[in-house]
């Protein structure tokens, strides 16, 4: 069975930062596309950020230049590493895994609980 969990989130003012972070079991770690995924109160999913088996990266217009997201396949673990923090990142975060980065962008089929981060003005 398949458990991907998420930590580090938080309250941070803007401007901030914070590293998220999520631990992946029951899959074959090197194998799988991974992402991050938030969701805003009030708002739809959006996906933030993306990272292939070979580590080829992509992310939203919105946290380019800000957010970094990559992974430790020794450690089966995901990381998004996210700076000058604004109010509109206050969302919960999700990871998700799938076999492409085609799928993580469509419907991921395995999806961690979330965790909050809360950002302050």
């Known amino acids: 069975q398949v458990h991907l969990v998420e930590s580090g989130g938080g309250l941070v003012q803007a401007g901030g930062s914070l590293r998220l972070s999520c631990a992946a079991s029951?899959?074959?770690?090197?194998?799988?596309?991974m992402g991050w995924y938030r969701q805003a109160p009030g708002k739809g999913r959006e996906l933030v950020a993306r990272i292939s088996t070979s580590s080829t990266t992509a992310y939203a217009d919105s946290v380019k230049g800000r957010f970094t997201i990559s992974r430790d396949n020794a450690k089966n673990t995901l990381y998004l590493q996210m700076n000058s923090l604004k109010p509109e990142d206050t969302a919960v975060y999700y990871c998700?895994?799938?076999?492409?980065?085609?799928?993580?962008?469509?419907?991921?089929?395995?999806w961690g609980q979330g965790t909050q981060v809360t950002v302050s003005s």
């Open positions: 998700v895994a799938d076999w492409n980065l085609v799928s993580i962008a469509s419907t991921p089929r395995y």
């Open positions: 029951g899959l074959t770690f090197g194998t799988y596309a």
